[in-house]
């Protein structure tokens, strides 16, 4: 196995980017990335996306945008793992680099949900749950979290308001990417006065339906040298729990979150008290939550008190950054494009590269992409050359 680096890194604003097809979207992202890294060509090409059949009515999106950055003949593949494709797709195009089957590959992250209706993409969403056991019963993404935070809040005795601070930081750190969707910060009464989706889940506790895309360039670590581009993947792992989370041993538990983040220390040989930023997926104020407690940096039923403070703790300067750039919260959830987004976050953390959000001293970043209400979980670590 080879040591794997990222050595460009492009990303589009994130938002409802009516004047931007899914193809054009990838295209500004990948040649971004190009460019970042200084390349004209690559082996490989591997899209992370989920939605583009139903909401975009494209399939063979690897084929499609290879021809349309001018990559015509390479190898290319779409890779789907609900909200978790995009770091599917960089996990795959790690394994092609680590094996020692290519030498320079591109994985881009893409999604376009804002051109179809409202109910049309809470339909496509409902694809990553138990079609026979959940959503044939009228649970929507949305209502299968909100009975996942209504659980929490019961079995913790926790109030709705103790989760604010999730998306005080969220939104505090949007403010400062200008890639985000959402750059105006928002306080803690905002937050409880917010309209409610499905409760307990309120506006301020959900991530948008957006678009937008984002790319990276991977390559052997001996030939990425130690320029200011580089950034080591010390560690890449996956795991799966069942669809449906009545199915789970406990609901409340995030075990392949768990099962994936310690594979990746291991391999990375580290522990979470080296980690110097989490790009987590809160795609719900739950998520957040539940994925500190999964992956060491709370026990069970604490995560939650990380958003004490309007999140003092989780923000820039705090004791365990997350969301730096906004998170899925703020920066958007342009669903099959989120991993790679965070990932890219990370990379700017670590080149220094972050601006106003930057974490100081960051040397180790870690990113995890969640695949449905917890079903597909892919961790990252990485480090500063």
């Known amino acids: ?162 989760f604010a601070g999730f998306s005080v930081n969220a939104h505090r750190n949007g403010a400062g990417n200008p890639n985000a969707m959402f750059q105006s910060p928002i306080t803690a009464a905002a937050y409880q006065q917010a309209a409610m989706i499905a409760d307990p889940i309120n506006l301020m506790d959900s991530s948008p339906i957006c678009d937008g895309a984002a790319a990276v360039v991977l390559v052997p670590s001996d030939w990425a040298g130690h320029g200011r581009g580089a950034v080591r993947i010390l560690a890449s792992a996956s795991a799966t729990d069942s669809l449906a989370i009545h199915d789970r041993r406990d609901p409340l538990f995030l075990e392949a979150a768990y099962l994936s983040s310690q594979k990746a220390y291991r391999q990375a040989g580290v522990t979470p008290a080296d980690i110097d930023l989490f790009e987590l997926h809160d795609a719900f104020s739950i998520m957040s939550a539940l994925s500190l407690e999964a992956t060491g940096f709370a026990r069970r039923g604490e995560g939650v008190r990380w958003a004490e403070d309007d999140g003092a703790r989780i923000a820039i300067d705090g004791e365990l950054p997350i969301s730096t750039m906004g998170g899925l919260k703020a920066r958007g959830h342009p669903v099959g494009a989120t991993g790679v987004y965070q990932v890219v976050e990370v990379v700017q953390q670590l080149r220094g590269e972050a601006g106003v959000n930057q974490v100081r001293d960051a040397r180790i970043g870690m990113a995890q992409n969640i695949g449905g209400s917890g079903a597909t979980v892919i961790t990252h670590i990485l480090a500063a050359e």
């Open 1 to 162: 196995m080879r040591d794997v680096s990222i050595i460009g890194i492009g990303q589009t604003p994130v938002g409802e980017l009516w004047d931007k097809s899914l193809r054009h979207l990838a295209h500004d992202a990948v040649v971004a990335a190009m460019r970042d890294a200084g390349i004209e060509r690559a082996d490989a090409l591997y899209v992370g996306n989920m939605l583009s059949g139903e909401l975009a009515e494209q399939e063979h999106l690897g084929a499609l945008i290879a021809d349309f950055v001018g990559l015509r003949g390479i190898e290319a593949f779409k890779i789907e793992a609900a909200c978790g494709s995009g770091a599917a797709a960089l996990r795959l195009g790690y394994m092609a680099v680590a094996g020692g089957l290519h030498d320079l590959v591109i994985v881009c992250g893409v999604e376009k949900m804002t051109d179809a209706p409202g109910a049309d993409t809470t339909s496509a969403l409902a694809l990553a749950a138990d079609q026979e056991y959940e959503v044939t019963h009228g649970l929507s993404f949305v209502a299968l979290n909100a009975l996942l935070m209504r659980r929490y809040m019961h079995e913790y005795n926790v109030p709705h308001s103790a």
